[in-house]
Each structure stands twice: as C-alpha cells, then as structure tokens.
C-alpha cells in the first residue's frame, strides 16, 4: 500500500517552517499532498489560487510532493485521496496540546488515519504564518522567512488585488 500523507493548513503564507516539515517528511511517505484549506469564513491575505501557487513554486521538481485544496473535514478530504497519515509540525507545547486534541477527536471519526507529527527545527520555532503575514501586510521584509523559491513580489494580497480592478 502506497503511504500518502496529507499536510494541511492555511499557509497564508506558506513558510520556511512548513518547507521544512515537508522536506524531512519525504522520506517517510511515498508521497505528500499539501492540502491548502479553503475556508470561506475565514479571511486570508493571499487568495487560494495564489498560495497553491507559491507552494507550487517551492515543490515543482519533486516527484512525492502535489498541492492541492479542500474544503470541510480533513479526515473526509483524506479519505477522498486515499491518505491514510496526517502529518503536523510541532513547534511548541501549546501546538502540541492543540495537535492532540484533534489528533484524538480526528482519530475518533476514523480509526484508519494517524496523526504523525515532527518536530519543528530550533530555528524555525518562533516562525508562524500569522507574523509573517504580518509583516508583509505592513511593509517589512519577510523574505528570510519564506522559501528562497518565493519572490513575495510576485504576489498580491488580496486586498492589494481589489485595489487593482
């Protein structure tokens, strides 16, 4: 049996952190679909289409490694692809607390998918999406970190992208 995993998050936007969880994950799967949420009621900064793209970027030339999105539970999206793992990057104890819990409450629903989590390196524990978009939101160098593939000026936010039509 073929082991797929699926790593899922906003990645509003994507970071060196996620690459890294990703990069050290290939070994263990045979293959790993990032799966980009897509959740109506939340406000992102980059719209979907432009965050599957920067990921895109990041993991063209590898083989193990899709990008995809979806919509509701992620156990069911899982179930859909055939996935049974759920990978997750631990940075802190509260991550961890959060990553059980639904780890158990996902596990509860279907017995067949494990949560399999890595440790995030030392030097990407303070990194999160939320600083990071931050700091591009106000003007501020983000480039160290996001993957060297990303050129954040390629990209619009969201709300840049209304101002332009």
Do not use: W
């Given at each position: 049996?073929?082991?797929?995993?699926?790593?899922?998050?906003?990645?509003?936007?994507?970071?060196?952190?996620?690459?890294?969880?990703?990069?050290?994950?290939?070994?263990?799967?045979?293959?790993?679909?990032?799966a980009?949420?897509?959740?109506?009621?939340?406000?992102?900064?980059y719209?979907?289409?432009?965050?599957?793209?920067?990921?895109n970027?990041?993991?063209?030339?590898?083989?193990?490694?899709?990008?995809?999105?979806?919509?509701?539970?992620?156990?069911?999206?899982?179930?859909k692809?055939?996935?049974h793992?759920?990978l997750?990057?631990?940075?802190?104890?509260?991550?961890?607390?959060?990553?059980?819990?639904?780890?158990?409450v996902?596990?509860?629903?279907?017995?067949?998918?494990?949560?399999?989590?890595?440790?995030?390196?030392?030097?990407?524990?303070f990194?999160?999406?939320?600083?990071?978009?931050?700091?591009?939101?106000?003007?501020?160098?983000?480039?160290?970190?996001?993957?060297?593939?990303?050129?954040?000026k390629d990209?619009?936010?969201?709300?840049?992208?209304?101002?332009?039509?």
């Amino acid at each position: 049996m073929k082991k797929i995993a699926v790593f899922p998050g906003s990645f509003d936007p994507f970071t060196i952190g996620h690459e890294a969880i990703i990069r050290r994950a290939m070994s263990l799967f045979d293959e790993i679909i990032i799966a980009v949420g897509a959740n109506a009621l939340k406000k992102n900064f980059y719209s979907l289409e432009t965050r599957k793209e920067m990921i895109n970027t990041v993991f063209k030339n590898e083989q193990k490694v899709r990008v995809d999105h979806y919509e509701g539970l992620t156990v069911d999206y899982c179930k859909k692809r055939g996935a049974h793992y759920l990978l997750r990057g631990l940075r802190t104890s509260s991550d961890f607390e959060f990553e059980r819990a639904i780890g158990q409450v996902n596990k509860s629903m279907e017995p067949g998918i494990e949560s399999v989590f890595l440790l995030t390196a030392p030097e990407h524990s303070f990194i999160n999406s939320g600083i990071v978009r931050d700091i591009i939101q106000n003007g501020g160098d983000a480039s160290k970190f996001v993957p060297a593939a990303i050129n954040l000026k390629d990209y619009k936010g969201i709300e840049d992208q209304d101002m332009l039509t």
